[in-house]
């Protein structure tokens, strides 16, 4: 069965037919080509999926299409700026070498992103527990830490 | 002259489009009008299908076919992600079919649907009904290999190979020794887990050739396993490898391929996608070999080994796949590291009804350096020599020709990792605080493991690599190698080569998105940590090729009164200069506007080079680790760990950290938590997800120390060795190491799980 949904997608109204079995993630690959959200296992184990519904981070593969109605999406296509220059986060991975496969790479900068939002200056123990929804076995995690500290601070330094 | 590329932290050249999820991977190229493929998997471990009803499946809406063995070419492949050997007799078993009746493993491939949708396909797989008939399953080669077990495969008695490499006179050697030291120990079937599972699709291409586009390590191997699995030519296939989002071995084997192929092929050639769930991949595409040890050494009283005997039986699971070359590595590691004047080491492989073993990071290194360096610990204990010492005593040394491989190492850096990693980790200030916490009835300990690694196959297998390199009309230059980047940043430091040999900026050196058969040079692809090593060979040979021509054009286009005939020439940041005084002589970018468009001379410049590399150079290293064991739970925390690495000259700082942090946290994790586990009442697996198969983490992982000591190996094209699984091999045996320091027994099979502390310890408290 399909239905129509409404809902902001980076930013843009979008009206979808969906169909009332579909993920949220498939509806972002498959019918809207935003194919940067990956899928890791397709049952909330991994995150490489991760979006952020209404600024919280949600794995869209456990994520009824249906439910979006109404709800403000924004994937990894939407984490650069407007003018297509890198988030501070995105920077920071690129820089430091968080990034090998980078499969998990999209998941881990949507969970960074709401983790930062909600807590502009978290521990190092509150980055491993906020990014614990994330796997990546490519690093060994260290680098994306880097990453995160690094914006965090800087971030800081901003505010000075 | 100093470098400008090699040694330099340069951030690799396709992170930018993976932060902004631009980066292709198989799953995100859309095709028109594609078809969904899936598979019809085996409900029982060992057995025969008796029937097959596809009837109601074929009725779903939107399923296309439903193939069954009878529908799909029969031809037997081998699937190991080996170099094609000329020697039948070393030929990698051809066991495998496309679709089989005869199933060896709980979930082994019956049947497979194509349908419109991939929900319809999913629909249609419920829908058929096959009838078994069962037999007997084993799931250990204990089971395998006893009296009377039926045979997974005909004719083997269950073993795939059983070899013995020999040094010397073990029972000479025995009589000599003081002492006799035996050990058991036991490493687990673990997984790769890669994060983006096994995904391919193929379509006939208007040229009439078979297309397959998949995430896989070895694109030219991968179409010589098309033409074997099809009986037909191998020019008729063509692989083309976009972004993979990782592999550590598990994508160096051909598993989906020609089973997308033979859809693809029953739908007169429209595009079919096949893209397995993660429980499909835990279940039946590759893991890691579990292999259980014997051994028993003889040493003099002054610590010297004057004699080592060595039993590894290998679980292979239920097809060959790499089958006997993982174990038998073994044997040279262990004489890699350390001299064993008489010294006998048998190993057998056997088939079993789990899923098959193959390629995994490391290839056989973590379990015999588990074996070789627990037992490097409990024999120094025994003997009452200091661990670092015993190790030091027996080492190899440079220049020295390994007996079994048969090549000599020119650099061997194991005693500095010791030295400069005993400084590094604060060994001596470690060691007092680990007593005094001891002393407050702390479970605290400390353990070091090293191991020995090679760069490639050679000379057991086949080592070519290609390059081809264009210098563009601007001066910059275009790379293509056969050589395949999985994540690992192979690319990257290639490019950094480049950059080195010719005289350019990294930047100015463009890397291929995909590795295409037609269009990649021949190289044999993503395994054994060859392709810095190898595969650089022929980057710089191609590299130092396309320098001459520039060189030799620069003088072809001398401007007139500039000197041509005596001049000696280089190439320095994208300029031609005099190598006297380093003075301009010509643009590099002005010199190749001309060799392109010069109306009566010049020619555009390339170089073309295969390479065959006849060479091997062994890193070494090892993991130094400090740990406390709860006595409550049974949890193990580390507080720190270091990894120090031989790999000779280091081509990219930051990407060769990354890739030690990242092996180092499969090697504490193959220690501490993972192992895929089996019912033993039905075969099937009981963590085939990624929930329950307890990889770690960002939690679980504690803070990472990594360390180098550079010493140029002359064999290495920069003086490099491979650096991509050794970071794998140690982590584990240093752990096991440091918890028997701190609770006093010996734990000798991994996972060391808290259950197992708690067990251990509960033992130790009964015997007080
Ligand atoms: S794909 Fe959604 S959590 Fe793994
Ligand atoms: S970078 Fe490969 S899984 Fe994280």
Known sequence: MLKKINCIINGEPKEIEVDVRESLLDMLRNRLHLTGTKQGCGVGECGACAVLIDGNTIDSCIYMAVWADGKNITTIEGISKPDGSLSDIQQNYVDKGAVQCGFCTPGFVISTTALLNKNDDPSRDEIRRGLSGNLCRCTGYQKILDAVETTVEQRRNSKK | ??????????????????????????????????????????????????????????????????????????????????????????????????????????????????????????????????????????????????????????????????????????????????????????????????????????????????????????????????????????????????????????????????????????????????????????????????????????????????????????????????????????????????????????????????????????????????????????????????????????????????????????????????????????????????????????????????????????????????????????????????????????????????????????????????????????DTGAYASRQTFVSGMAVKKAAEELKEKILLAALEFAEEGQEAETVDLDVKDCKVIKKSDGSLYTELGDLALKTYYHLNKGICLTADVSNKCIQNAYPYGGTFVDLEVDKVTGKVKIYNILNIHDSGVIINPLMASGQVEGGMTMGISYALDEELRYDSSTGKPLNNNLLDYKMPTMMDVPDLMVDFVEIPDPIGPYGNKSLGEPPNCSPAPAIRNAIADAIGVDINAIPITPQKIIEVLNAKDKEV
């Open chain 2, 1 to 522: 002259m100093e470098n400008t590329a090699i040694g330099k932290s340069q951030i690799r050249w396709d992170a930018v489009a993976k932060v902004t999820g631009r980066a292709n991977y198989t799953g995100d190229i859309p095709q028109k009008e594609m078809y969904h493929g899936k598979i019809y998997r085996a409900k029982i471990a060992h057995g025969m299908v008796k029937s097959i009803d596809v009837s109601e499946a074929l009725k779903v809406p939107g399923v296309i076919k439903v193939l069954t063995p009878d529908d799909v070419s029969s031809y037997s492949f081998p699937t190991a992600g080996h170099p094609y050997s000329l020697d039948p007799k070393l030929s990698d078993k051809a066991d495998r079919k496309i679709l089989t009746r005869h199933i060896r493993l709980y979930g082994d491939e019956i049947a497979a649907v194509i349908a419109k949708t991939e929900l319809a396909a999913e629909e249609a797989l419920g829908k058929i009904k096959v009838e078994y008939e069962e037999y007997e399953f084993y799931l250990t080669p204990e089971e395998s290999l006893k009296e009377g077990a039926l045979e997974i495969h005909e004719g083997t008695k269950n073993i795939i190979a059983d070899t013995t490499a020999e040094i010397g006179d073990l029972e000479t050697g025995f009589k000599e020794a003081d002492i006799l030291i035996e050990h058991d120990c036991y490493t687990p079937t673990v997984q790769h887990c890669q994060m983006e599972n096994q995904i391919a699709y193929a379509y006939k291409d208007v040229d009439g050739r078979w297309v397959c586009v998949t995430s896989t390590q070895i694109p030219h191997i991968c179409r010589r396993i098309l033409g074997q699995a099809f009986g037909m030519p191998w020019g008729r296939f063509r692989v083309i490898k976009p972004f993979v989002g990782g592999g550590f071995g598990n994508k160096q084997d051909v598993t989906i391929e020609p089973m997308v192929v033979a859809m693809s092929m029953a739908v007169g050639g429209k595009p079919v996608m096949l893209d397995l769930h993660r429980e499909e991949v835990f279940a039946c595409t590759r893991v890691r070999h579990a292999i259980s040890y014997k051994m028993k050494f003889g040493f003099k009283n002054d610590g010297r080994i004057v004699a080592g005997d060595i039993l590894a039986i290998s679980n292979n699971g239920a097809y060959a796949s790499h089958g006997h070359a993982v174990v038998a590595k073994g044997g040279g590691m262990v004489t890699a590291l350390y001299k064993v004047p008489n010294f006998k080491y048998h190993a057998m492989t056997v088939y079993t009804n789990i899923a098959a073993a193959g390629a995994m990071r490391g290839y056989g290194v973590p379990q015999i350096s588990y074996a070789i360096e627990t037992f490097m610990d409990t024999a120094a204990r025994k003997l009452g020599i200091d661990p670092f010492d015993l190790r030091k005593i027996n080492m190899t040394k440079a220049m020295e020709e390994n007996p079994l491989l048969h090549m000599t190492q020119y650099t061997m850096g194991l005693r500095e990792c010791i030295e400069q990693g005993k400084e590094r980790f604060q060994w001596e200030k470690r060691v007092e605080e680990v007593a005094a916490a001891k002393k407050a009835g702390k479970l605290r300990g400390l353990g070091f493991a090293a191991f020995a690694y090679t760069s490639g196959t050679y000379p057991k297998g086949l080592e070519a690599a290609g390059c081809r390199l264009v210098l563009n009309q601007d001066g910059s230059i275009k790379m293509m190698v056969g050589a395949t980047e999985i994540g690992q940043g192979s690319d990257t430091v290639f490019r950094q080569m480049v950059a080195e040999t010719v005289g350019v900026p990294v930047d100015m050196v463009y890397a291929d998105q995909v590795t295409d058969t037609d269009t990649s040079p021949f």
